[in-house]
């Protein structure tokens, strides 16, 4: 053998071997371009779109192995059937087997929402809709809205938006939804938009629920509603194209659009926007009895109170066996108990003469310990004192300092408070807020950019049960006058005998302030810190100084807020004038 042919000979081994041995050691394969396309429908049977349908089975193919998610809460019907289909994945294919009888002369709409995806990305096909007729003809009429929260105007997402046809003689429309499913049912998105497509030429009542027991009817009291105060006609979109039509190979051109077509539609389509509310019942009733801290009741009513009277039934009571405290809201009243010898009270309520409830509740007070020793024991009968300055700064243009009591004061000694700064040491002008005497003002001549101390020393003030309190001072600098800023709003309403409230809000809407103003005219928020604040304008329809909500038996839609369109920020010495036309406000 030659030299030559023994190389050549060695050379071809060794590629062998080398090749058996890649073979025998598998690696991971070089990673390619991911996929994002969500899956494609590729041919269905019957096909989207057809007439004349008396089957029971549909089925869809797709290009790609398909899994379907949340299919309870994102794929829709309508006409709604009575009990809903089966709907199963086998491979590629996505199978539906309607376990009613269809409707006769009638276009069904099948909406999937986001509830199909591909196995290996979990790429989502996008509102993929599949309609067919049981009749000659497709429906052709849509309906679009949107819903929002009443109180605040945030989009409701996942809302169901109803139609109610106008065919049932016995029970009148308005009824329909205490009783019936929709005729045409659909799913608001993240935005709070809806869009009902493929309805008939007749009149429709329109209604939104949260749905809270998956029944789609209205028969939960706390389930929160919205509606349209009259019957509405569809109406024609003209033909647009939307993303997942080019998906679709099975649809149309002639076919009316099957998107959300709310941002693409002309101005002149109608679109209705419906306010989400919670029906409150109208009676009275006690919510919640509870003690609040030793020798403290608190009880919460439903609705504001007006003249409370409470009475003991389970002894005889001195004339002033309890100081009454109403909240500022005035739906909550705090009892104080002269008397802590009692295990329990049980007690008759009563508004306006008028029974409201009879109650029992415990006065042993369980998170109260054993205490290990004498100091511990007189730390507990103390009455403690709390400041509502924060940071150790004041706003002397807005507030004066306050200090809240842990219990209502029966005797008090105004002369030992004492207030320092520079040198001097004076008595400041002391006024309790409340007629239980728990919360204190104290006022005084401030001075801008100035350091003071508040000193209230120990058994100045002493409860109606005999305590007193500890030494506290309260150290506090008052601020300047360029620290602050404000916000003038020129407020335009067409309706001169309106009654508004105006609201300053946070960023959180928790309200610093609010003003009335009947009609158009200004308002003026002052002395504001820097920050970035809301203005909203509630129509007070009752003129009782808040906002109220809807009923729908009576037709009673929420009163209307608006925001104003920018949030508004305030800077230190800096004024912001805004001319705000309320009608024209979005909701």
């Not at 003071?452 to 601020?479: C, E, G, H, R």
Request: glycine content about 4%.
């Amino acid at each position: 053998m030659s030299v030559l042919h023994f190389r050549i000979q060695y050379f071809t081994y060794a590629t062998l071997a080398i090749l058996l041995i890649r073979c025998a050691n598998p690696v991971t394969p070089d990673g390619g371009i991911k996929d994002v396309k969500p899956p494609t429908v590729v041919s269905s049977f019957p096909e989207n779109h057809c007439i004349n349908f008396q089957k029971k089975e549909l089925r869809i193919l797709f290009n790609e192995f398909i899994q379907l998610k949340d299919q309870n809460s994102q794929v829709t019907i309508s006409p709604p059937p009575k009990n809903n289909p089966d709907i199963k994945v086998k491979g590629k294919t996505l199978v539906i087997n309607l376990a009613d009888s269809l409707l006769r002369n009638s276009t069904y709409s099948i909406n999937f929402g986001n509830s199909i995806e591909d196995i290996t990305e979990n790429n989502i096909l996008k509102n993929f809709r599949f309609v067919f007729s049981t009749g000659s003809y497709l429906d052709s009429l849509s309906i679009k809205g949107r819903v929002i929260n009443a109180f605040n105007n945030t989009p409701q997402k996942d809302i169901l938006a109803m139609l109610y046809s106008k065919d049932n003689d016995t029970i009148p429309v308005d009824s329909l939804p205490f009783h019936f499913k929709p005729s045409y049912l659909t799913r608001t998105d993240e935005n709070g938009s809806f869009i009902f497509e493929n309805v008939r030429n007749t009149p429709l009542l329109l209604f939104a629920i949260k749905d809270q027991n998956g029944n789609a009817i209205f028969d939960l009291p706390n389930e929160k509603i919205a509606f349209f105060d009259t019957l509405i006609y569809g109406t024609y979109l003209p033909e647009h194209a939307y993303d997942t039509a080019k998906q679709d190979s099975l649809i149309k051109k002639s076919n009316p659009a099957q998107k959300d077509s709310l941002t693409t539609s002309p101005d002149n389509i109608p679109f209705y926007a419906l306010r989400l509310f919670e029906e409150i019942d109208s009676v009275e009733i006690i919510q919640k009895v509870f003690l609040a801290q030793k020798d403290q009741v608190a009880i919460l009513f439903r609705f504001p109170i007006h003249d409370p009277y409470f009475r003991p039934l389970n002894f005889i009571p001195d004339p002033d066996w309890a100081t009454k405290e109403i909240s500022a809201g005035k739906d909550t009243v705090y009892l104080w108990l002269k008397s802590n010898s009692l295990d329990s009270l049980t007690m008759e309520i009563s508004d306006k003469h008028k029974i409201i409830d009879t109650v029992r509740i415990s006065l042993l007070d369980k998170t109260i310990k054993k205490k290990k020793d004498k100091k511990e024991q007189e730390s507990v009968q103390r009455v403690f004192l709390s400041s509502k300055i924060r940071d150790g700064r004041l706003n002397h243009f807005r507030n004066n300092p306050q200090v809240i009591f842990s219990y209502p004061i029966l005797r008090f000694d105004f002369s030992r408070i004492l207030l320092v700064y520079d040198k001097d040491t004076v008595h400041p002008t002391s006024v309790f807020a409340d007629s239980v005497k728990r919360t204190l003002i104290l006022k005084y001549k401030w001075i801008e950019d100035k350091k003071y101390k508040l000193i209230f020393p120990d058994s100045t003030f002493f409860s109606m049960n005999n305590l007193t309190n500890d030494s506290l001072v309260v150290a506090f600098k008052t601020q300047m006058l360029r620290d602050y800023g404000s916000v003038k709003i020129n407020l335009k309403d067409g309706d001169a005998t309106q009654n508004n409230i105006i609201q300053l809000l946070d960023e959180k809407e928790n309200v610093i302030e609010q003003q009335f103003l009947q009609g158009s005219g200004k308002v003026h928020f002052e002395y504001l810190s820097p920050g970035k604040y809301k203005i909203k304008c509630i129509h007070d329809r009752n003129r009782n100084g808040r906002w109220d909500t809807g009923h729908y038996r009576t037709k009673l839609q929420p009163e209307e807020v608006y925001y104003f369109p920018d949030v508004i920020e305030v800077r230190a010495n800096w004024d912001v004038e805004e001319l705000w036309n309320v009608e024209k406000s979005n909701h």
